[in-house]
Structures are given as structure tokens and as C-alpha cells.
């Protein structure tokens, strides 16, 4: 009798990076369950993003919830903060004012409580330690502390049956992710990172996210399939 395929939750924001775990978790053989927030970010455009990349890697949309958050009620961000400006230069050393606070521990929390009532034990997110902004929610020690806090917390994880965060981007440059989804056939063009894209999904290409990004492509050498502004 055939197996069936073991589940896992992944997190999808829309963008490069998550869009490319997605491809990666169902190569190798997963039943995904994408999960997106709208949490108040400037571009909501990413949202439908995600919803194109679930479309076109063959998800059923049954398999992919978007949840709303509100973080635009704490602020302190500049994704979520309106009075804050989107820096247009990077300030080495510095964590930026586009970091959200505690945005991947509240978003892998949600994640694991799905996960517990999917039965499934793998959760997906594309945090990368690399080429990235310095959030410190994006590092390996932090992946590294949640999965022990999740396995201490739930009712799966002290019954002998563990979740395990994968980070499959962790250690790779951002050309490094873009050709592996392209040899997983991912459309770029349906992806949407920059921090403050305009209501059709073009990107700024000034911001921290649309460098990285473009700087992505050209080392890869291939062609930047982004919608820009004019």
C-alpha cells in the first residue's frame, strides 16, 4: 500500500525566498499547507503574489490560509508603521527599521499550532543568513531555539513526536536560491519582495529587499523577471 505523503505547513509571504521553499518542499514529496498573514505590511500586494505562486505549483487554494494579524496596532516598524520611512540605503551593522518585532515568532507559532492539528510534523520557512537584512529572527540560532521551544510546548512534542523547522535557504546566497527555483521551474514573475510595491505588484528598486533581489539575478546571470515602477 502506497504511503501517504507526509505533511507539512510552509510559510509563504509572496516573495522570492519563500516562494523558492515552497517549490523546494513539494520536490521532495511533501503535502504542503501554505500559510500567509496579512498583517498589516504596506504591500498587500504580496498576498496576492502568494496566491498566484500556490496557484501555479499546483496547491489547491483549500490548502492555504491567509490569516489576518494586526500588527500595524504595535507598529515600530517600517512595514508596518506608516510615519516610518523605507530606507533607501543600507546602514551597515545596523538592524533596520524594516525589521518587524517578533514577526517569525509570532507567524512560526501560528504555523506550529496548524501543524498540530494537521498531524504534520515539518514546518517550512525561508529565512536566510547570508544575503539578508540582519533581522535577527532570520538566524540558524533562533530556528535552533523555536524548535526546541515548540517540542517542549505542544502536546505532540512531549508525546515523542517532534516538529522540525526546516530552513532549507539558511546557508545559500540569494543567486543560489534563484537557480534553484528556476531548475524547479518557479516563475519569478509572480513573486513580489519589494517592502513597497504599488498596487499592481511593481517594486520600488531602491528599497533593502528589491537590492537584494536584483543583485540576486545579476549574479546568477540571468534575467530579472521583476515588475518594476517607472
Known amino acids: 500500500m502506497t504511503q501517504p505523503s507526509p505533511k507539512a505547513v510552509v510559510l509563504l509571504s509572496g516573495g522570492l525566498d519563500s516562494a523558492t521553499v515552497l517549490a523546494m518542499a513539494l520536490d521532495q514529496g511533501y503535502d504542503c499547507h501554505v500559510l500567509s498573514f496579512d498583517y498589516g505590511q504596506r504591500s498587500q500586494t504580496e498576498l496576492n503574489a502568494a496566491r498566484a505562486v500556490v496557484s501555479a505549483l ?12 494586526h500588527l500595524e496596532d504595535f507598529g515600530g516598524s517600517a512595514l508596518t508603521d506608516l510615519s516610518i520611512d523605507v530606507p533607501e540605503e543600507e546602514v551597515e551593522g545596523e538592524i533596520p527599521v524594516t525589521y518587524v518585532p517578533a514577526r517569525n515568532t509570532v507567524f512560526l507559532s501560528l504555523a506550529l499550532g496548524w501543524a498540530e492539528v494537521l498531524d ?18 532570520c538566524r540558524p540560532e533562533f530556528v535552533a531555539a523555536f ?7 505542544t502536546k505532540a512534542g512531549v508525546s515523542g513526536q517532534p516538529f522540525r523547522i ?3 535557504l539558511m546557508s545559500l546566497t540569494k543567486s543560489d536560491i534563484i ?15 519589494c517592502y513597497q510595491a504599488d498596487e499592481q505588484g511593481r517594486a520600488c528598486g531602491v528599497c533593502d529587499s528589491c537590492r537584494l533581489r536584483a543583485r540576486g539575478f545579476e549574479d546568477a546571470g540571468v ?6 515602477q517607472a
Open 166 to 168: 526546516h530552513t532549507p
Open 58 to 69: 499546483g496547491v489547491s487554494a483549500d490548502k492555504h490560509k491567509v490569516v489576518r494579524l
Open 223 to 228: 534575467e530579472d523577471p521583476t515588475h518594476y
Open 147 to 153: 524548535e526546541t521551544m515548540a517540542n517542549l510546548a
Open 179 to 193: 537557480v534553484e527555483g528556476l531548475r524547479l521551474g518557479l516563475d519569478y514573475g509572480l513573486t513580489v519582495s
Open 120 to 137: 504534520a510534523r515539518a514546518l517550512f520557512i525561508g529565512v536566510n543568513a547570508v544575503d539578508y537584512s540582519g533581522y535577527p529572527d
